[in-house]
């Protein structure tokens, strides 16, 4: 099946710092990918729709100057949380679309950020 | 604006009983629905995918049924086991902003013990 990598898998920050989580589609060009955000015992938010070569589109209340998306080529996304804070401690995770008829989308193992 | 439920929130039940976990949807208008599997910290794993012209999928002791137009899907879990024990996800995917977007549910936890 299709893979997509994340990294990294953990990170712990100080508040202020920004850092850039990374999604890759392993064994196929993604031309769109996902970002989701997730807090503890609660479901997958989606934040953004990644599509190559363009601007990201962002899910309403999603600060765009915030989290920064990038997706610079067929195989990779990324995400950066700038001037990081703690109520921004979350479960990151991406995904992606092959792009096939099936419509079935792809995870990363996702990244946890902890901000101090 | 599609919303997906996924009733119970949490199940506890022992080793060999069979289970069903229901998910709904407000709108019919979805391309597939899929079903997920999510241990404590990790990303998500892919258990079964329907396509919206699809009623079931079988993998091994899972089955997945899908009514679209009544916005409903179960999971079955025939014989369950301790190692079973996870967050379930329900997910529809519909056609909007110009992507296929996943709509998640909040997740079903279910603990399976010995």
């Known amino acids: 099946g299709a893979v997509v990598s994340q990294h990294p898998s953990r990170v712990i920050c100080k508040s202020g710092t920004s850092v850039k989580i990374e999604c890759r589609s392993l064994?196929?060009?993604?031309?769109?990918m996902f970002w989701y955000r997730q807090f503890p015992k609660q479901s997958l938010m989606l934040m953004a729709t990644?599509?190559?070569?363009?601007?990201?589109?962002?899910e309403q209340g999603v600060e765009k100057d915030k989290f920064l998306i990038n997706h610079a080529s067929l195989t990779l996304s990324t995400l950066t949380v700038t001037s990081a804070h703690p109520e921004d401690s979350s479960f990151y995770i991406c995904?992606?679309?092959?792009?096939?008829?099936?419509?079935?989308?792809?995870f990363g193992e996702g990244s946890r950020l902890t901000v101090l | 604006k599609q919303e997906v439920t996924q009733i119970p929130a949490a199940l506890s039940v022992p080793e060999g009983e069979n289970l069903v976990l229901n998910c709904s949807f407000t709108d019919s208008a979805i391309y597939n629905l899929q079903w997920f599997r999510q241990d404590p910290g990790k990303g998500l794993t892919s258990l079964l995918l329907i396509q919206s012209s699809q009623r079931e999928q079988t993998s091994g002791r899972l089955n997945a049924s899908l009514d679209k137009s009544s916005g409903r899907s179960t999971l079955y879990i025939a014989a369950s086991q301790p190692g079973d024990s996870a967050t379930y996800l329900c997910?529809?995917?519909?056609?909007?902003?110009?992507?296929?977007?996943?709509?998640f549910g909040a997740g079903t936890r279910l603990a399976v013990h010995p």
């Open positions: 064994d196929f060009q993604a031309t769109t």
């Open positions: 990644s599509n190559e070569g363009s601007k990201a589109t962002y």
């Open positions: 997910a529809v995917v519909g056609f909007s902003g110009g992507y296929n977007k996943l709509i």
């Open positions: 995904s992606a679309d092959r792009g096939r008829l099936s419509g079935e989308l792809f």
